[in-house]
């Protein structure tokens, strides 16, 4: 399948399926009339692409994964220490968004206490 019908199918950003072709990840030369051509071996691979986006990888994260991956060597170390950097970036974003909240929940409660009072004066 083209790269259109790739995007459409499964959707996947143009911009992705862009940046796999220029990373060179593909084993096997895969053009076909200046065309690359998607198999099911690639819709694997760029489902795990699209996974370490979504959870906040930069391109060259994700890239950086991807070569591990291929790497003849073991890498789950160096794979899982990426993951884990990304799960702690995460859970300090959501700490942070918790404190926001608290102080979103604080200055409500202190307008309802002021909006209780003066309809008590009243």
């Given at each position: 399948?083209?790269?259109?019908?790739?995007?459409?199918?499964?959707?996947?950003?143009?911009?992705?399926?862009?940046?796999?072709?220029?990373?060179?990840?593909?084993?096997a030369?895969?053009?076909?009339?200046?065309a690359?051509?998607?198999d099911?071996?690639?819709?694997?691979?760029?489902?795990?692409?699209?996974?370490?986006?979504?959870?906040?990888?930069?391109s060259?994260e994700?890239?950086?994964y991807?070569?591990?991956?291929l790497?003849?060597?073991?890498?789950?170390?160096?794979r899982?220490?990426?993951?884990?950097?990304?799960?702690?970036?995460?859970?300090?974003?959501?700490?942070?968004?918790?404190?926001?909240?608290?102080?979103?929940?604080?200055?409500?409660?202190?307008?309802?206490?002021e909006?209780?009072?003066?309809?008590?004066?009243?």
């Amino acid at each position: 399948m083209t790269i259109h019908e790739a995007s459409e199918r499964y959707q996947i950003p143009m911009k992705i399926l862009k940046e796999y072709e220029t990373w060179g990840l593909c084993k096997a030369v895969k053009k076909v009339m200046g065309a690359w051509q998607y198999d099911d071996s690639d819709l694997e691979w760029l489902s795990l692409i699209m996974t370490l986006h979504d959870v906040g990888f930069t391109s060259q994260e994700v890239e950086a994964y991807m070569r591990l991956l291929l790497d003849e060597q073991e890498t789950k170390g160096q794979r899982m220490q990426m993951l884990c950097r990304q799960r702690n970036a995460v859970l300090d974003e959501i700490h942070f968004k918790e404190k926001q909240l608290e102080r979103l929940d604080y200055l409500r409660h202190e307008i309802r206490k002021e909006m209780s009072s003066e309809n008590q004066d009243n």
